[in-house]
């Protein structure tokens, strides 16, 4: 069975390494054997079970081969990172349960799920998520993104959230868009507050066509298939709450398919841009005009990457060092430049 939407994060934090991996080899020739990272599997030692549950029933449909993903950071403060898995779900009503883990770093190579106590088991068919503090109480808050209605979690700062949703606004369905995949909290004016862009992907659902025939095989179909759906740019207001800027901040995209989303300072103006991965189209890049408004230079910019062979459906952030001493690859950050880039993965 084909499938026509891949795992997102195995190949990003790949693609992440192996970028940083060559910018290593190509400056220090030849490189000892026992620098050379290694990776050993230890989910079971650290006690991490979870699984996502795809949930199809027989061929899998474009939502089910979506997701799933996964997003770590250190929402209790006690300098241990923690992860939050995304659980996916059961649409066919077979009573098949499903929630989203947070597994909450132990300090000792262990972890422990805590999702039920935390209160943050996710509540439909989860497809990404984000942490960010959206109301600098020095805790980070958890976005998460569904089919349906996304959620906003807020960190209580005693091992609890609480869904605050619906009073900050921005479930991501403001457009009728209920596909949702990659999110991003960002600053883009400047004020302090993190911002959020809440990515779109198809247009699908239960009256839409579920499979499609490829080479005799039947299969989910292509995103092609399908319409697209806009994202929404919502803007922090400051009181917890936030306003739709979409079309005032020029993305209003009712064709975009967003998969990742990504938010960086590409050209070091001051002012962070937006870069989002559209699946079987060009990806965006918003270049931001310092007056809460963004211009799309994907084309002119060289990253929209999109052929009849490649299409970018993944992109992360990766900040890396460049070591300028040839032949040596420990040196100290006196002698290296701290870089950071926009990493594509195209298909
Ligand atoms: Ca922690
Ligand atoms: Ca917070
Ligand atoms: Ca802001
Ligand atoms: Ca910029």
């Given at each position: 069975?084909?499938?026509?939407?891949?795992?997102?994060?195995?190949?990003?934090?790949?693609?992440?390494?192996?970028?940083?991996?060559?910018?290593?080899?190509?400056?220090?020739?030849?490189?000892?054997?026992?620098?050379?990272?290694?990776?050993?599997?230890?989910?079971?030692?650290?006690?991490?079970?979870?699984?996502?549950?795809?949930?199809?029933?027989?061929?899998?449909?474009?939502?089910?081969?979506?997701?799933?993903?996964?997003?770590?950071?250190?929402?209790?403060?006690?300098?241990?990172?923690?992860?939050?898995?995304?659980?996916?779900?059961?649409?066919?009503?077979?009573?098949?349960?499903?929630?989203?883990?947070?597994?909450?770093?132990?300090?000792?190579?262990?972890?422990?799920?805590?999702?039920?106590?935390?209160?943050?088991?996710?509540?439909?068919?989860?497809?990404?998520?984000?942490?960010?503090?959206?109301?600098?109480?020095?805790?980070?808050?958890?976005?998460?993104?569904?089919?349906?209605?996304?959620?906003?979690?807020?960190?209580?700062?005693?091992?609890?959230?609480?869904?605050?949703?619906?009073?900050?606004?921005?479930?991501?369905?403001?457009?009728?868009?209920?596909?949702?995949?990659?999110?991003?909290?960002?600053?883009?004016?400047?004020?302090?507050?993190?911002?959020?862009?809440?990515?779109?992907?198809?247009?699908?659902?239960?009256?839409?066509?579920?499979?499609?025939?490829?080479?005799?095989?039947?299969?989910?179909?292509?995103?092609?298939?399908?319409?697209?759906?806009?994202?929404?740019?919502?803007?922090?207001?400051?009181?917890?709450?936030?306003?739709?800027?979409?079309?005032?901040?020029?993305?209003?995209?009712?064709?975009?398919?967003?998969?990742?989303?990504?938010?960086?300072?590409y050209d070091?103006?001051?002012?962070?841009?937006?870069f989002?991965?559209?699946?079987?189209?060009r990806a965006y890049l918003?270049?931001?005009?310092?007056?809460?408004?963004?211009?799309?230079v994907g084309l002119t910019s060289g990253m929209a990457s999109h052929s009849?062979?490649t299409?970018t459906?993944?992109?992360?952030?990766?900040?890396?060092?460049?070591?300028?001493?040839?032949?040596?690859?420990?040196?100290?950050?006196?002698?290296?430049?701290?870089?950071?880039?926009l990493?594509t993965?195209a298909?």
């Amino acid at each position: 069975m084909r499938q026509f939407v891949r795992e997102d994060m195995p190949s990003v934090l790949a693609c992440c390494l192996s970028v940083a991996l060559l910018a290593a080899v190509n400056a220090s020739e030849p490189v000892a054997q026992d620098l050379v990272p290694r990776f050993k599997n230890i989910t079971q030692e650290a006690h991490i079970q979870f699984s996502h549950l795809k949930g199809n029933q027989g061929v899998a449909t474009i939502l089910e081969e979506a997701g799933p993903g996964v997003c770590v950071a250190d929402y209790n403060s006690d300098g241990w990172p923690d992860i939050y898995f995304i659980g996916g779900g059961d649409l066919h009503g077979r009573g098949i349960p499903a929630r989203n883990a947070l597994y909450r770093n132990n300090g000792e190579g262990t972890f422990t799920d805590v999702a039920d106590a935390a209160g943050v088991p996710g509540t439909g068919f989860g497809l990404g998520c984000v942490w960010g503090d959206y109301d600098n109480d020095g805790r980070l808050d958890l976005y998460v993104t569904q089919y349906g209605k996304n959620l906003l979690y807020h960190n209580n700062g005693n091992g609890t959230f609480t869904d605050v949703t619906d009073k900050a606004h921005v479930d991501g369905t403001d457009f009728g868009t209920l596909f949702h995949t990659g999110a991003v909290f960002f600053d883009y004016d400047r004020d302090g507050w993190l911002d959020l862009y809440a990515g779109g992907y198809v247009t699908f659902g239960p009256n839409s066509k579920q499979t499609c025939m490829t080479s005799g095989e039947e299969s989910s179909c292509p995103p092609t298939a399908y319409p697209g759906s806009p994202a929404v740019l919502y803007h922090n207001n400051r009181d917890g709450t936030f306003t739709n800027v979409t079309k005032a901040a020029g993305i209003f995209q009712p064709d975009g398919k967003n998969l990742s989303v990504a938010a960086v300072d590409y050209d070091n103006d001051g002012w962070p841009d937006l870069f989002v991965a559209n699946d079987s189209m060009r990806a965006y890049l918003y270049h931001n005009e310092h007056d809460s408004t963004f211009k799309e230079v994907g084309l002119t910019s060289g990253m929209a990457s999109h052929s009849a062979t490649t299409i970018t459906m993944d992109c992360l952030i990766c900040t890396f060092l460049i070591f300028k001493r040839p032949g040596t690859i420990s040196g100290t950050t006196k002698e290296a430049d701290f870089s950071t880039r926009l990493a594509t993965r195209a298909d």
